[in-house]
Structures are given as C-alpha cells and as structure tokens.
C-alpha cells in the first residue's frame, strides 16, 4: 500500500507523469501498431518484386512510383476517383444542409428527437446492406429504377459511375447530416432574428449567416464523406460494373505485387493529408 | 426565425425528397426478403415467408454472426478503455504535441480503410504470420478507439473541468472524483461512442477483408461473398432485412438516451 499511495502521491504532483499514464496505452496502439503499420507499407513501395514468387525483396526501387506517375491509366484513375470524391461530398451537402437546417431550426424542437433519429437510422443499418438495396434499385431491366420511369420512355442507367455515385452519397449522407445539424443547432437564434430584422431575405440570411458560422461543421462532415468515398472499392464493385477506382487497384495488386499497391494507395493518403492540413485552420477537427 | 414562403417551401420539398431518398431502397430489401419470386424482379409477384425459414438455419450465416458479435465486443471493450484514457489526456491538458496528438486520432478515419487494411495485412503476415480472429479484433479495435475517443472528448469539452475541480476543493482526491464526478457525467457518452463503434465493427468489411484468415467469416464478408451468387439471393435479402430491422434497436437504446440527458 505504500508503494501504491507514493505512486499516487507523485501522480497527483507531476502533470506530466498523469498525462503519460494517460495516453502510454492509446499512443502504443496508434503510433506502435497502427504508424508502424502504415510507415512499413509505405516503406515496401521503395522495394522490388520477385516476379516470380510476388514475395517482397528488400531492393530500393523507385520504379513503383514511376510505373504509377508516367502510366496515363493511373493518372485517369486518380481523376476520377477524385471525380467521384468530390460529386459525393457536394451531393451530401447540397442535400444534409436544408436537412440539416430544417430539423435544427424550422421543425417543433418536440419531433426533433425523432426526425435525427430517422436521419441516423441509415448509418446503423449496414453498409452491405444499403450497396446491395441499391444494387436492387439500378439494376437493368428488373429493377426499380427501371421500373419507375419506364412508363416515361426512360431505362435504368444500369451499373456505373452514376450508379458508384449515387450509392456512396447514400451511405455517407448520415456523416455530413449530422456534423451540421449539431452545428446549426448551436447558432444563436439572435443572429437570425437581426438578419431578417434589418431586412434580409431568407437567401441572404443563410448565405451571410448561417453558411459562414456552420462551415466547419459542413468541413467536418465532408471530410468523412471525401475519405470514405475516395479509399472505397467494394461498393464500386457490387454497383461500378466495370468502372474501377484507385481503391479497385489497391484491391488488385495486394497480393500480386504489393510494392506497387503500396505505391498507389499512397495517393489517396497523400490527398487525404493535404486535404486535412489545409483544413486545420478551420477548426473542424474540433467539429468531429 | 421567419422565413419567406418559397423557402419553406423549398425545405419541406428537400426534406420530403431526403427521406424518400433514404428510405424507399431499405423499405424494399424488406419487402424482396418475402417476395416470392427468386429473380426479385420488381414489382414483386407473390408473398411467402420461407427464406426467412431457411435464413434461420442456415450455418453459414449463424457463424459468421457468432464471429461479428465477439469481434465487435472485444473490440469496443478496448476501444472504451483506450479512447476515454486518450479523450481524458487530451481535453483535460494542454501540452506539447498536444495538436499532433488530436490529429493522430483522426486518421484511422480519415484515411481510407483500404491502407489500414493491407497495412495491417503486411505487418501481421509478416510477424505473425497469419491471420485469426485476434487480427480482425486489432484492425477493429483501431478506428473503435477513433469513435470512442471522439463521443468522450466533445462531452469533456463541453463539460469543462469546474465540476471536478469543485469536487477536489472539498477534499475529495482524483480516484472519488472520477468515481463520483467524472464518470457519471461522462457515462452516456461512452456508452453512445460503444454502440457507435460497436455497430461500426459489425458492419466493418473492408479492414476486415484483410485481417481476417481464410475461413474466418464476419457477417459482412459472408454477405458480400454471397451476394454474386444467384442461388443465394434469397438469404441474403432476408440477413439483410433482418440486419435493418435489427439497426433499429440502437437508434431507440439512443433515443432513450439522450432523452435522459435532457430531461436531466
């Protein structure tokens, strides 16, 4: 027991020591395994590549990334990724901010409770299940897409890029609603009343208030919707039909040649960092 | 706030358009999981309930929701511990790093999954030199701590340290502080961040596709494996379904809570 009380003697007197105790466990797992993992990845795509048995040798090489700068293929595959990225953050957003207003500031603050939870319903159900209840919506022919507007003379746009499109701002549009909404929700009800007081319309309030003051919120939700759009291959498998993105050609070349799907996965994370970086000063890391 | 009728207009038509948008596709893999027809043409040409029996006893489904459930479990017990230590250090602090710090807790989420995966694969194949059940739990446990982490951290911001610094003041030492101040303040959000990171390990396929051994089904993976099979069309309208259905329970264990937090 004496031990014990000079240990929390000393705890209770060194900051420092309570902060280390702190984050010894969270940091060993995130910077151990997790940095580790990633620096050793990145680390592989300097390497070569038996050709014969796809094991890693231990050969600096940089011909990974000249194989991915110089093949036009890639640089296609990285626009569109980014395409496709970008479409989906702005379509979640275009879409979560009147959502998100509507149930923070117009509807009873009583049904508010239930129309979050009719938003965040989507976000528990699975991921799978919500690609393949697309995949039942555009499916050629028989599905219901087709089935609605063929009476207009119309056909399902069948599997592709629409569909890649369409299918991931379903699964993140919880990710952007939510951020927003907990940041509409904090915006003082005295600003709006003086905007519409000193005679602005409903357009000028939202593009002179209420856009300025939410913006890191909508900078929060859009970094999950970029990220999780960008790094995806598996809904543009089940929905893509044979349009293919970076995460596709990650997927390909793991376990044939893993150096150079090291090499291009390091594009998205490249993208991602900048991204993340040139955010910070917004605040929405705080917004989460 | 007062708002001019095309506007209003404008919100109720985006809000109307935003719920179908969510809706219609989930309400109709509930209705193929009893449509008759195994083709699931739509519209649905006749009812029946037997995929549903048949789902029930299906093996390969029950493993790999027995796997799912004890990943998910073990996972977000050490996502609890780990990401309220972190949340703890990191709001209540301030210290050198302190910025790099929040920004390493961001980027198990932040990047995409597919890196975490195969830079996980690399490392366990290498070391370990294969893959279990113990591999899945630790790429898993990995972005739980990010959700964790943050839920605990927002609720420690808005808490703000006077309560417990009040606590301490009258005598009470860091431990009874925590016990008695801290940790009932803090419960709901722990217990939203483990729902949360539970429901996200359950659903996890991608990190899962590469730390998961040969054999080792989680529910997602059995799902995805089936679903370009056109024989098992039907099982896997019915798990998905069920697994609707199922999302409900923690949006209203959610709701119940944060009712209590506003009633209190």
């Known amino acids: 027991m004496a031990t014990l009380d000079t240990i929390r003697r000393s705890l209770h007197r060194n900051v420092r020591a309570r902060i280390a105790t702190l984050l010894a466990l969270p940091l060993f797992w995130l910077v151990v395994l997790y940095i580790g993992s990633l620096a050793a990845l990145f680390i592989t795509s300097i390497w070569k590549i038996d050709t014969f048995t796809s094991k890693v040798v231990r050969e600096f090489t940089l011909q990974n990334f000249i194989d991915v700068f110089t093949d036009k293929a890639y640089f296609n595959v990285t626009i569109r990724t980014l395409f496709v990225a970008i479409c989906v953050t702005l379509i979640c957003a275009v879409i979560a901010i009147p959502m998100a207003f509507f149930m923070a500031r117009i509807a009873r603050p009583r049904s508010r409770p239930v129309l979050i939870a009719l938003v965040i319903t989507p976000l528990w159900a699975s991921y799978l299940v919500k690609v393949y209840a697309w995949r039942t919506m555009f499916y050629p022919e028989k599905g219901f897409i087709n089935w609605l507007i063929e009476p207009l003379g119309g056909s399902s746009p069948g599997f592709g890029m629409f569909a890649v499109i369409i299918g991931l701002t379903y699964l993140w549009l919880p990710y952007m609603v939510l951020p927003i909404y907990a940041g509409m929700e904090k915006l003082p009800n005295s600003l709006l009343d003086a905007s519409s007081d000193l005679g602005a319309k409903s357009g000028r309030t939202f593009f002179s208030i209420i856009l300025p003051i939410t913006w890191p919120a909508i900078i929060a939700g859009s970094i999950f919707t970029f990220s999780l759009s960008m790094g995806d291959y598996i809904t543009v498998q089940i929905l893509g039909g044979t349009f293919q993105m970076l995460g596709n050609v990650v997927y390909q070349n793991f376990s044939l040649n893993l150096p150079f799907a090291a090499a291009v996965a390091l594009i998205p994370v490249i993208i991602m960092m900048v991204y993340l970086g040139s955010i910070r000063k917004t605040g929405a890391l705080d917004n989460l | ?264």
């Open chain 2, 1 to 264: 706030m007062r708002l001019s009728l095309p506007a209003r207009l404008f919100l109720w038509t985006v809000m109307g358009f935003g719920f179908a948008f969510i809706y219609v596709p989930l309400t109709l893999v509930v209705i193929n999981s009893f449509n008759k027809n195994t083709s699931f043409a739509w519209p649905p040409t006749g009812f029946t309930t037997s995929w549903w029996s048949k789902a029930a006893t299906n093996e390969g489904v029950r493993d790999a929701i027995t796997r799912s459930a004890i990943v998910a479990l073990t996972a977000t017990a050490i996502a609890l511990v780990l990401g309220s230590l972190a949340a703890a250090a990191i709001a209540r602090y301030s210290f050198f790093g302190r910025d790099a710090i929040s920004l390493l807790f961001v980027l198990p989420i932040a990047l995409p999954g597919i890196v975490t995966g195969i830079a996980l694969n690399n490392v366990f194949t290498n070391f370990l030199g294969e893959l279990t059940i113990f591999t899945i739990i630790v790429g898993h446990a990995t972005f739980c701590i990010v959700v964790v982490f943050n839920n605990v951290a927002a609720r420690y911001r808005r808490l703000g340290s006077s309560l417990e610094e009040a606590s301490m003041d009258l005598g009470a030492n860091r431990l009874t502080t925590f016990r008695l101040v801290t940790f009932p303040l803090i419960r709901s959000a722990l217990v939203a961040g483990g729902l949360l990171s539970f429901a996200l390990s359950f659903d996890e396929i991608i990190v899962t596709t590469f730390t998961a051994g040969a054999g080792q089904n989680t529910l997602p993976i059995w799902i995805f494996q089936n679903l370009f099979r056109p024989n098992q069309a039907p099982i896997v309208n019915v798990v998905a379904a069920a697994l609707i259905l199922v999302s409900i329970l923690p949006i209203y264990l959610s709701q119940r809570l944060t009712q209590e937090k506003s009633a209190s």
